[in-house]
């Protein structure tokens, strides 16, 4: 199973972008899907994710302005980002949780839970 992240770009401040991750390879069922971000010398940063049951959780950093959602018929996720800043500016990456136990509360903004990643898509934020 590979997941494929596109949508990022360069954008102005209080701009919006549309990122999307899709999994391709054999069908699989996530028990939790989210997006994380890294900018240079910083470590990878959590920011939105949901669990199969739909419950979503976000990082205090982006809450209000960026969205997590999905279409299962495409085993698809996106995250909606609005009003950008420059220090939104960070390579974006979509993450997949395959093993069949769901991940608890305080589990879902934690790299380890997620065991699928993609390639991440560059996301520059700049006037």
């Known amino acids: 199973v590979q997941l494929q992240a596109c949508g990022g770009g360069s954008v102005l401040p209080g701009g919006s972008l549309r990122l999307s991750c899709a999994s391709s390879?054999?069908?699989?069922?996530?028990?939790?899907m989210g997006w994380f971000r890294q900018a240079p010398g910083k470590e990878r940063e959590f920011l939105a994710a949901?669990?199969?049951?739909?419950?979503?959780y976000y990082a205090d950093s982006v809450k209000g302005r960026f969205t997590i959602s999905r279409d299962r018929a495409k085993n698809t996720v996106y995250l909606r980002m609005n009003s950008l800043k420059p220090g939104d500016t960070a390579v974006y990456y979509c993450?997949?949780?395959?093993?069949?136990?769901?991940?608890?509360?305080?589990?879902?903004?934690?790299?380890?839970?997620?065991?699928?990643w993609g390639q991440g898509t560059q996301v520059t934020v700049s006037s």
């Open positions: 949901f669990r199969a049951s739909g419950s979503t």
């Open positions: 390879g054999r069908t699989f069922s996530s028990t939790a």
């Open positions: 993450a997949a949780r395959s093993k069949v136990t769901y991940p608890i509360a305080s589990e879902m903004g934690q790299r380890g839970t997620y065991d699928l």
